[in-house]
């Protein structure tokens, strides 16, 4: 298996160190009744130590189905790893037993969801389901998992920590419920924590506070983080690399700063002039054309070709590189920067 | 477009400055426009943001009014007897001006009682005390035909676009089932052509008639629910959050079809979000409630460029922007605490509990809705207009 | 670029909102007729095998109900020589013969009727009380939903056969109009006033969520009367899981009419049913079992087959199941 070229992406704000998790060529499929569903398309990327990689992408571009395979909690069947690996600490995931893969993966990476609520046990205390990951894991004594518990809750600034641990999570707000989910997932300290859209429930002032907590537990713990979401203003104010998911694939993929000032992707250059701004009122929106594509009929060639502005057919397009059948690789644009665009060169303008 | 002098997009409050932040606003967009989408006329566009698009109507007579509304739903204990123990006040003291033509943006955070008012204005649910007036009429006290005309007249298009059209009825019945109830709207021949006109300007293919909503994408589904409220030509839509399920994509070619028919039909619309970046996009004017109530009100451009309610301020300063230029340079307010419940609010200002500028006079007395010098209603003690969102000045 | 390229390119620009449509109001009519949700549902219904599977058992057993003499192979059910009492089936005689000595295919053929009508007749009933009830109470809530919900929990209280077995004790000494002839419809009436509940409960509970959901918001908001409301978006929502349980109570009832026979209540001889078939086999079940093989096998395949429709119903009136 050839090791993907990971040296584009890492120019990352803080400095680099050695990526703590590689996903390579990553394939996940769903065998349904009516078809195969192809969620995720050879998808790669690193995450190095400290840093705080976006995974940017609508819903059914694959950003979620490629962490719930980090994770080991895609539901297989219907879904199926087709093919790739996940390295973690040095060993591919994918080839160890199941048995093996909940050993590494519970203290070494975690995982935090968007809807906090369902995600915890109605029937058990908030401090009960905390100091549970220090029983099952560590084998504490009850009452030290209990006070471990507190501690936690204090550290992701729950108010009044010590009265509300044996509180049930219905008695917790959105912002707080979160917050729980934050004390579990970094429990173990881990060394990877996944954020799937972690904070698009929750009101905007709530976020704000959510992300900032976030943000200062990497910076406490050098953990790495992988957030996923659909938020282009989130992406640019926590993560130091975007790598921006259409239709399984990763379509872009850089530096925040490259990514949201020049996009080297008609996507990503669609999404950005899609979106209103708080900072000013803007004229008409420029709405990308269509509909997200069917995972289930993925267009041939360029996946985005349908609702590209700059799509070539036919003659027009140079040899090669014609966007409705060859499909266009991920490809390094300008240093530091890679996109999936037979094109890219005139999107970027260089 | 310079023909359309009159700045009903509420530019009142300096015309300059509303230039500036105009012309600012086409550069930060610039990578999209200048060359993307040659089919869509990109000059100007930033300029109509300021003045009245082409064909909208100057914003005329007042076509609701909304007067110290309130909804009050009952806490109960008891199955077969009932008994009250209490009330959310959902919403508690709400006034709000719409003019015809004109897009009111409603914004709030979760539970400030927004989607309550949306409820009242179509007569979903009945005011515990205030008033509605349509027309100078008191929607609560209409009945009949008053009612039904009512009904007909404002619409409304709900969020979840997967919850809010039938399963089980195919699109054509989706989209004409008004004409059943209103019957003098369309005569019973000619139905199904309409209705595919209707489609066709939604931007659905009016083949569509005879499929099922689970058929469409997200979208597309916020389009039928958005032809079946033109169906009955109505003069006010009300928007709850018609856009915040969908994908980002998406969003923009809903909030420009909005925008068209407003303009094609001479519309007026209530838009309720939670997104403050799209109410500003939309709205002409733009309304802030917290726990039930209003706490400031004015022109798109004096809510955001001059807040001056503490709650707006914090409001606006947690949303994260868009520019990696602009990171890290606004001021950054973080509320304490979680919102107060609806059941048992704090006397006087509602926002003291979690306001730094609270006093003693906030506990006492409830700050009214009106301007203290700052330019623009705002129910604090201590107005005062502070920038909290940068000027993107590239 | 072809027509139909430039068709698509233009239906993009209108979807993404750059142009609008109405600049060139184009549109064809091109079907004459809409279609509505059991057109739609016809059409899935005819193409499900299993559906004909289940209408064709079922018009086979209505078939044996109206006209039994067909599917009898001549013999009287009634024509019995005690000689052949119990005698195993052959080939003369598929079915063998019964206690009596009674030719047992022409009696398994027979009882077709009153079976069929007091299963159908209950089932009915129980559907029409369940629907009304369960929709009146869980649309319009509060006191109506208190009273008729209470209402519903006293005949919860009163077992099913119990309750059937009282009515029909008293039914003979009254004057009310079926109830007083003892026949299989004071039966099936007795079984369906006691057995209505769990379908009422069923609807309610449907309906209560269907009720809150954003699509009868609009319809109210749009002025739709209740009736409408009830009609077009509740009750086609709500109504999906009673069909599935009333084709299943066909069979119970079926079978509770025996036992009410056994209790001495239900249809008496010289009347011929399952019923009446399984619960006089039961004796014998170890010398003669066809006695109660052949009335069971026939219930089962009954049931099976409105099983089978029901399902095939609920699957036609949920769009979202079709490919």
């Known amino acids: 298996m050839t090791r993907p070229d990971l040296s584009p992406s890492a120019p990352a704000r803080p400095a680099a160190g050695n990526p703590l998790l590689e996903v390579d060529d990553l394939h996940v499929e769903f065998r349904t009744r009516s078809g195969v569903v192809h969620a995720v398309n050879g998808v790669s990327y690193s995450l190095s130590e400290g840093e705080t990689l976006a995974i940017l992408g609508e819903s059914g571009s694959g950003k979620s189905v490629s962490a719930q395979a980090i994770m080991g909690i895609l539901d297989t069947p219907p879904a199926v790893i087709a093919g790739g690996g996940i390295w973690f600490e040095g060993r591919d995931l994918l080839q160890q037993t199941p048995d093996e893969q909940r050993r590494v993966r519970g203290p070494g990476i975690s995982m935090i969801f968007q809807d906090a609520l369902s995600s915890l046990n109605p029937v058990y205390s908030v401090g009960y389901q905390i100091g549970e990951m220090f029983r099952a894991h560590r084998g504490t004594s009850k009452k030290e998992a209990r006070q471990r518990a507190v501690e936690l809750m204090d550290r992701v600034r729950i108010p009044a920590a010590a009265s509300r641990v044996d509180d049930y999570p219905h008695q917790f707000s959105g912002g707080m419920r979160q917050r729980v989910m934050i004390a579990m997932a970094i429990a173990l300290d881990p060394k990877v924590l996944i954020a799937d859209e972690p904070t698009t429930a929750l009101d905007v002032t709530v976020q704000a506070q959510v992300m900032d907590l976030l943000k200062d537990l990497q910076r406490d713990t050098g953990m790495g983080l992988v957030l996923i979401t659909h938020d282009l203003g989130v992406v640019n104010e926590v993560a130091d690399n975007v790598a921006v998911m259409y239709a399984g694939e990763i379509v872009e993929r850089g530096t925040v700063d490259d990514v949201f000032t020049d996009p080297a992707h008609p996507y990503t250059d669609g999404l950005m002039s899609s979106v209103p701004q708080v900072e000013a009122k803007g004229g008409r929106l420029q709405p990308i054309a269509g509909q997200p594509p069917n995972l289930a009929a993925i267009p041939s060639g360029c996946p985005f070709h349908p609702r590209c502005p700059r799509r070539r057919l036919g003659a027009a397009a140079a040899p090669g590189r014609e966007c409705a059948t060859d499909v266009p690789p991920l490809r390094l644009v300008v240093p530091g920067r890679e996109a999936a665009c037979h094109y890219s060169e005139e999107v970027l303008g260089v | 477009m310079s023909d359309h002098s009159v700045p009903a997009r509420g530019v009142a409050a300096g015309d300059e400055r509303a230039a500036h932040r105009g012309a600012a606003g086409s550069t930060s967009r610039s990578r999209g426009t200048d060359r993307t989408t040659p089919s869509e006329p990109t000059t100007g566009a930033t300029a109509a943001s300021a003045a009245p698009r082409p064909g909208k109507p100057v914003a005329g007579e007042t076509l609701l009014e909304i007067r110290d509304l ?77 009612l039904k005309d009512y009904r007909r007249e404002v ?240 | 670029m072809t027509d139909q390229q430039q068709m698509d390119l233009r239906r993009d620009e209108v979807e993404a909102g750059t142009t609008t449509g109405l600049a060139a109001p184009s549109v064809d009519v091109t079907e004459a007729r809409q279609n509505s949700l059991w057109s739609d549902a016809w059409g899935e219904l005819k193409r499900n095998p299993l559906f004909w599977i289940g209408a064709v058992l079922c018009l086979l057993f209505v078939l044996m109900a109206i006209v039994p003499q067909l599917f009898a192979g001549g013999a009287d059910p009634r024509a019995c020589d005690l000689a052949d009492s119990k005698a195993l089936p052959s080939a003369q005689h598929w079915f063998g013969f019964d206690q009596q000595g009674c030719d047992y295919l022409a009696n398994v053929v027979y009882g077709a009727r009153n079976s069929l009508i007091i299963g159908v007749a209950a089932v009915l009933v129980v559907l029409v009380l369940g629907i009304i009830v369960g929709a009146i109470a869980g649309y319009f809530g509060g006191v109506t939903d208190g009273v008729l919900s209470r209402l519903t929990d006293i005949f919860y209280a009163l077992p099913l056969i119990l309750g059937a077995l009282v009515l029909l004790r008293v039914g003979p000494s009254t004057n009310l109009p079926i109830i007083s002839d003892r026949g299989p419809g004071a039966v099936a009436l007795a079984l369906a006033l006691f057995g209505w509940m769990t379908a009422m409960r069923l609807v309610r509970s449907q309906v209560i969520a269907v009720k809150s959901s954003d699509y009868v918001a609009a319809a109210r908001a749009m002025g739709a009367s209740n009736g409408r409301i009830l009609v077009r978006h509740i009750l086609p929502n709500a109504v999906a899981p009673v069909l599935v349980y009333t084709t299943i109570t066909i069979g119970v009832l079926i079978a509770a009419e025996a036992t009410l026979t056994y209790l001495g209540v239900g249809l008496q001889r010289p009347a011929i049913s399952w019923g009446l078939q399984i619960e006089a086999g039961q004796e014998s079940i170890r010398t003669a079992p066809h006695l109660v093989l052949f009335p069971s096998l026939v219930l089962t395949l009954t049931v099976m087959a409105f099983i089978l429709m029901g399902d095939a119903l609920r699957d036609a009136l949920d769009p979202r199941q079709r490919a």
């Open chain 2, 70 to 146: 309130q909804k009050y739903f009952p806490l109960t204990q008891g199955i077969v007897f009932k008994r009250t123990i209490g009330h959310v006040r959902a919403v508690d003291g709400v006034n709000l001006t719409m003019r015809r033509g004109e897009t009111v943006g409603l914004v709030g955070e979760s539970g400030c009682g927004k989607s309550t008012v949306s409820k009242l204005l179509v007569a979903l649910e009945k005011p515990t005390s205030g008033s509605i007036l349509y027309k100078g009429r008191d929607v609560a006290r209409m009945s009949g035909r008053a």
């Open chain 2, 155 to 394: 619409q409304i298009i709900f969020q979840d676009p997967y919850a809010s059209l039938n399963p089980r009825m195919t699109v054509g019945d989706i989209v004409a089932e008004g004409w059943a109830v209103h019957s003098d709207v369309a005569p019973k021949k000619g139905r199904l052509q309409r209705t595919q006109e209707l489609l066709d300007r939604v931007g659905l293919n009016p083949d569509y008639v005879n499929r099922y909503p689970h058929q469409f994408s997200g979208g597309q589904r916020q389009r039928i629910g958005i032809a079946r409220a033109l169906a009955l030509r109505p003069e006010v839509i009300v928007c709850d959050e018609p856009v915040s399920a969908l994908d980002v994509s998406v969003q923009a070619q809903v909030v420009n079809l909005l925008e068209d028919l407003q303009d094609e039909f001479g519309l007026s619309y209530l838009f309720i979000a939670h997104d403050l970046s799209v109410v500003r996009h939309i709205s002409d004017r733009v309304a802030v409630m917290y726990l039930g109530s209003i706490v400031e009100e004015g022109t798109d451009e004096q809510v955001y460029t001059s807040p001056s309610h503490p709650y707006t301020q914090a409001l606006l300063s947690s949303v994260p922007l868009h520019e990696p230029v602009l990171r890290g340079q606004k001021d950054r307010i973080l509320l304490q605490g979680d919102v107060p419940s609806p059941a048992n609010p704090p006397s006087g200002c509602r926002f003291r509990t979690r306001c730094w500028k609270a006093q003693d006079v906030c506990a006492e007395q409830a700050p009214a809705l009106v301007d203290r010098g700052q330019g623009h209603p705002s129910a604090c003690h201590f107005a005062e207009a502070r920038e909290v969102v940068p000027v993107d000045a590239e």
